[in-house]
């Protein structure tokens, strides 16, 4: 079936290095991609969004990159820092004939920040 | 966390036990959503609501009820048909179910006793 996945349950960098984290979607119809950041024992918090219509979408030391030819995406954190410590989720939207726009959510990466 | 609250923190249930856990938010939004999350997995959608008094079931839907008598309120009750309910529960809202981004709760650890 479709499911949104990761390539890599753990990543574990240095302070300061810069963090790549990688996500496969199968859905080619998915029109929006979104990346959460969780700490431990709280919510998800939104971190930035991309669509379809897009390769690259920067933020604040944040840049999401999309690959529809591969259906890949990935979040690049520059500069990580401790406070980056957390488990990162992509998730897809899916669009229902009632005009739901579900998420999906893939597995989660646990990203390690050593100081 | 956005506006929204969720409560409480960790939640206790004897078996046999219905509990309810609440979800409040103030965006002035009229989708909100119930998840459960288990160690190592993504978000399961349980129910969601895109106005006062509807709502659907969602991926997993079995063991759960929910209502929506207040645009600001949307509580989860766990019912004894839940076998296996210990998981950490996330509410979310959107300005509609229309609208993608969703914007998520401090959670609610539930175990059981």
């Known amino acids: 079936g479709e499911s949104v996945g990761l390539h890599l349950p753990t990543l574990s960098v240095q302070e300061g290095d810069n963090s790549i984290i990688n996500c496969a979607y199968s859905?080619?119809?998915?029109?929006?991609f979104i990346w959460y950041k969780q700490e431990s024992g709280k919510g998800p918090q939104f971190i930035i969004d991309?669509?379809?219509?897009?390769d690259k979408r920067q933020g604040q030391r944040v840049t999401v990159l999309l690959n529809k030819t591969v259906k890949h995406l990935s979040l690049q954190i520059a500069a990580t820092q401790p406070g980056d410590s957390a488990v990162y989720f992509c998730a897809e939207t899916r669009s229902l004939n009632t005009g739901f726009q579900k998420l999906v959510f893939g597995t989660g990466t646990r990203l390690l920040v050593s100081p | 966390d956005g506006g929204i609250t969720q409560s409480p923190k960790y939640l206790f249930r004897k078996e046999g036990q219905n509990v309810t856990l609440s979800c409040e938010q103030n965006l002035n939004h009229d989708a909100m959503y119930w998840y459960r999350q288990d160690p190592g997995q993504g978000l399961r959608l349980i129910y969601y609501?895109?106005?006062?008094?509807?709502?659907q079931k969602g991926d997993i839907a079995e063991g759960y009820s929910v209502s929506r008598e207040k645009k600001e309120s949307f509580p989860l009750t766990v019912t004894s048909a839940q076998k296996n309910p210990t998981a950490f529960y996330l509410c979310?809202?959107?300005?509609?179910?229309?609208?993608?981004?969703?914007?998520f709760g401090p959670g609610t650890r539930l175990l059981v006793l």
């Open positions: 859905n080619s119809a998915s029109d929006y």
């Open positions: 991309i669509r379809s219509n897009m």
């Open positions: 609501s895109q106005i006062v008094n509807d709502f």
């Open positions: 979310a809202s959107s300005a509609s179910l229309t609208e993608e981004t969703q914007y």
